[in-house]
């Protein structure tokens, strides 16, 4: 895409908690206008600059860009590939399909430490901000106690939010497969990139989050995600050295759901923030995916042996 002059889509928070998609040039994606061929692109990499936020090891991320002359770090990005429509979108109009989104922990990690890096400058304000709600929480990881501070923390968070998003930058990188309908079979226009900031992400979550006032309902997987970004900021900005024990926040602080993932989102509900005419309509077509995969790749790949796949194409078991 970048070869060939397309942009990616960028979905970034605006004011009073909404979100926009536009274009973005993958220089700004990437952090750096150098040629391609200038960049190296470290996969399942460490992005070693966000060491000095944490006490404990950080962990790696699905790609991390580098200069290749020197070495120097650019900028960690998820990438998450994904099908549009999933199961909750198939069937409505194209412009409605919409891809179901699943965030890991380390998303969550790198998303905290890069709102962490760019609001560096102003970690004053920041702790401002968070603590006179923050300190009065003693045990974070104690759900009636969470329960207790839930809207005083997300009043806190959209503070936050609102007051740096200009400082906002891209995180997550949203590749798109768009198949006809729920079928095998690529659409003719079949591939894109859209990529979220870092604050379109909390946004995602906070959005998500549901009923904040019944201290009897269960803390949400959502709601979990904007308490551990919220002690993050808190707990960075109120140390002496600026730096954070990351797992007890993300390791910890369960409430009693597993920690398998973050939180995920179903396609009905990324729509709002996805759409746009190259939702429907994705700029790469299937006819290009020859100039993608080269020299033969396509016959050293080794597709999952997944059992509703076998089943799907089995079709003499049910004659």
């Known amino acids: 895409m970048r070869d060939i002059g397309h942009n990616a889509m960028y979905i970034k928070h605006v004011a009073r908690k909404k979100t926009s998609v536009s274009e973005i040039s993958f220089g700004d994606v990437f952090g750096s206008h150098c040629k391609n061929e200038e960049l190296f692109f470290s996969f399942e990499d460490v992005y070693a600059p966000f060491e000095s936020f944490v006490h404990d090891s950080l962990k790696p991320i699905d790609l991390v860009i580098k200069e290749t002359a020197t070495g120097s770090f650019i900028r960690p990005l998820e990438v998450k590939l994904t099908v549009i429509p999933d199961n909750s979108t198939a069937g409505r109009d194209e412009v409605d399909y919409g891809s179901e989104l699943v965030i890991r922990s380390a998303t969550m990690r790198y998303m ?9 400058d102003h970690i004053e304000e920041v702790k401002n901000i968070f603590s006179p709600t923050c300190c009065k929480i003693r045990h974070w990881d104690v759900p009636e106690t969470a329960k207790k501070h839930r809207k005083s923390i997300f009043n806190t968070l959209e503070i936050f939010l609102e007051r740096f998003r200009e400082l906002e930058r891209p995180l997550l990188m ?45 803390i949400t997987r959502q709601q979990r995600a904007a308490f551990r970004l919220a002690r993050f900021l808190y707990e960075l900005s109120n140390s002496s050295n600026h730096k954070v024990f ?27 923030y996805l759409r746009c005419d190259r939702l429907a309509k994705p700029i790469v077509t299937k006819k290009e995916i020859k100039k993608i995969v080269l020299g033969g790749g396509q016959k050293m790949l080794s ?14 078991l049910f004659k």
Do not use: H
Request: aromatic fraction near 12%; charged fraction near 25%; glycine fraction near 4%.
């Open 112 to 120: 905290a430490m890069s709102m962490a890096e760019t609001c560096k």
């Open 174 to 218: 949203q590749p798109i497969w768009k198949t006809e309908d729920k079928s095998s079979l690529l659409a003719d226009n079949c591939l894109d990139i859209f990529v979220w900031s870092d604050f379109a992400l909390a946004r995602l979550f906070m959005d998500a989050s549901g009923n904040l006032e019944d201290l009897d309902a269960k």
């Open 246 to 272: 990351q797992e007890p926040i993300y390791d910890g602080m369960n409430f009693g759901t597993q920690n398998d993932k973050a939180f995920a989102i179903s396609g009905r509900k990324t729509n709002s």
């Open 303 to 316: 597709p999952e042996r997944r059992f509703d796949a076998i089943l799907y194409f089995s079709t003499d």
